[in-house]
């Protein structure tokens, strides 16, 4: 497979109204502003796929890119971010919440975690249930541009010990959307799960 081919699909306020429960998805987790529409763009290679925002909260709904037939990347709403309408966040974090639990062709979860301050209790909370889930994961180390090299790589073996003690299938990589960096390692693990 190749990312780049990915093409925008649908942007859906719920579940029902989206494609097809078949085939196989991997999809894009994170606290608000942790950089998930960034990376898409960053991994497919493709500047403006996914919108992308100085303001927290710019992903309401659950877009959609298909990058084959069969093989989805989904760009889910961020968590976390207070300051919107709590009647908006309810609604978006609904949708969140039941998009993982009810969605069969989920088979890859990215977990997007600002470099500086990574694993909140809702980032830990969410790779927990992805671990209990069966779900791999790919805890991706965003912004690593704002690190030094040896200050990120310091980082990145903070979260893999803390994550360890869960078990499961989790990597941990240091990505930078602005740098390019990590983003091999990134696509070719998301590449592996879309073909499994
Ligand atoms: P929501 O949709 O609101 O949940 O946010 P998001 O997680 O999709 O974040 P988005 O990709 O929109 O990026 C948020 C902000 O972080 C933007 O101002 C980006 O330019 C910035 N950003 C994203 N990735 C990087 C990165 O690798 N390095 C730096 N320096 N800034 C980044
Ligand atoms: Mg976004």
């Known amino acids: 497979v190749n990312l780049n081919k990915a093409k925008f699909v649908i942007s859906a306020p719920d579940i029902r109204q989206l494609p097809e429960d078949a085939g196989?998805?991997?999809?894009?987790?994170?606290?608000?502003?942790?950089?998930?529409?960034?990376?898409?763009?960053?991994?497919?290679?493709?500047?403006?796929?996914?919108?992308?925002?100085?303001?927290?909260?710019?992903?309401?709904?659950?877009?959609?890119?298909?990058?084959?037939?069969?093989?989805?990347?989904?760009?889910?709403?961020?968590?976390?971010?207070?300051?919107?309408?709590?009647?908006?966040?309810?609604?978006?974090?609904?949708?969140?919440?039941?998009?993982?639990?009810?969605?069969?062709?989920?088979?890859?979860?990215?977990?997007?975690?600002?470099?500086?301050?990574?694993?909140?209790?809702l980032d830990h909370n969410l790779i927990e249930w992805a671990v209990d889930s069966n779900l791999p994961v790919l805890a991706l180390l965003t912004k690593s541009d704002k690190l030094s090299q040896g200050k990120a790589s310091a980082e990145v073996l903070k979260v893999k010990k803390a994550l360890q003690v869960l078990g499961g299938d989790i990597k941990v990589v240091a990505f930078s959307s602005l740098k390019k960096t990590g983003a091999n390692q990134a696509t070719q693990i998301i590449c592996d799960w879309l073909t499994a």
């Open 24 to 121: 196989i998805e991997v999809a894009f987790a994170g606290r608000s502003n942790a950089g998930k529409s960034s990376a898409l763009n960053t991994l497919t290679l493709q500047k403006s796929l996914a919108r992308t925002s100085k303001t927290p909260g710019r992903t309401q709904l659950i877009n959609v890119f298909e990058v084959e037939e069969g093989m989805r990347l989904v760009d889910l709403p961020g968590y976390g971010f207070a300051k919107v309408p709590l009647e908006m966040k309810k609604k978006w974090q609904k949708a969140l919440g039941e998009y993982l639990e009810k969605r069969e062709s989920l088979k890859g979860l990215v977990v997007l975690m600002d470099i500086r301050h990574p694993l909140k209790d």
